[in-house]
DNA sequence: TTAATTGTATATGTACAATATACAAATTAA
DNA sequence: TTAATTTGTATATTGTACATATACAATTAA
């Protein structure tokens, strides 16, 4: 069976498409809509139903491959493998949190007002406990 | 007088070192710690200071002046002007929502743990209460 | 008026993103 | 077993964007 992802991909942004692919993917996969064992989309047919070319595609499973998330035969497609999640390390949590800083900076900016932030903060938290 | 941001840039990131530039400081603006009135180093000192060309901290400028946090002025510097935050718009609530989406989900895919988030989460909360 | 300081404009080298195309492996069907 | 098809891979090419070098223009101060 092969899930889709149905992964929101902006042509137009600075970040380039297959990073926007791996960020998507990669939530999907932390979140757990994407389990151990489900198979992804061939590279074909994902690049087909967003518009780039395959290798874009190949690109970014690579990438997941290499983080560990996905293995990659030929012929059977990308196959989600079992991770271990590596152990805390400071400097990443420091960089976690000037990400968020930079994040809801960008956000105020853009004039996400204060509530609404509060209210995303909060449901993001409330995904953990439930 | 010109505070020293104190930038945090990282030139093995693949965001490009100009647009880090720009996050910093939108985070310092939207902050307040830049405020109205207040005058950004010289391209070439902030240049000097991280380590880039002065060409690279002058697009960063120019892309806060195009975002109206700076106006800039031959011989004067960049002077950091009052704003108005652009209304709230859904489609840019959307994004964010995303964003942070995907901040979270690469902090656990590398290590940062529920709790880290959810406690760092909270602090950014609590800063607006405050 | 002259000199120094600063942002701007243009050109160039380099790296990376995205594609095109040919290839190799694995499955399926005859 | 063999041939065809489906897939990911490898390599080359093109275009774009980042970063720099360098010359220029404007403004301030001596």
């Known amino acids: 069976m092969r899930p889709d992802p149905n992964l929101v ?3 137009a942004s600075p970040v380039p498409v ?3 692919v791996v960020d998507n993917l990669r ?3 932390v979140e757990g809509v994407l389990q151990e064992g489900d198979t992804l989309p061939t590279v074909r047919e994902l690049g087909m139903e967003l518009g780039v070319h395959f290798n ?3 690109e970014a499973y690579r990438q997941l491959a290499t983080e560990g998330w996905l293995e990659l ?3 059977r497609g990308a196959v ?3 991770r271990t999640t590596p152990v805390e390390q400071s400097e990443v949590v420091e960089q976690f949190h000037r990400n968020l800083r930079q994040l809801v900076a ?3 900016a853009d004039g996400v007002s204060i509530r609404t932030i509060t209210q995303h903060l909060k449901e993001m938290m409330e995904e953990f406990s439930a």
């Open 56 to 58: 874009t595609i190949a």
């Open 27 to 29: 939530s999907l996969l």
């Open 106 to 108: 960008q956000g105020r």
């Open 80 to 82: 989600v493998m079992a």
């Open 73 to 75: 035969k030929r012929r």
């Open 9 to 11: 991909i902006d042509p």
């Open 18 to 20: 297959y990073r926007q």
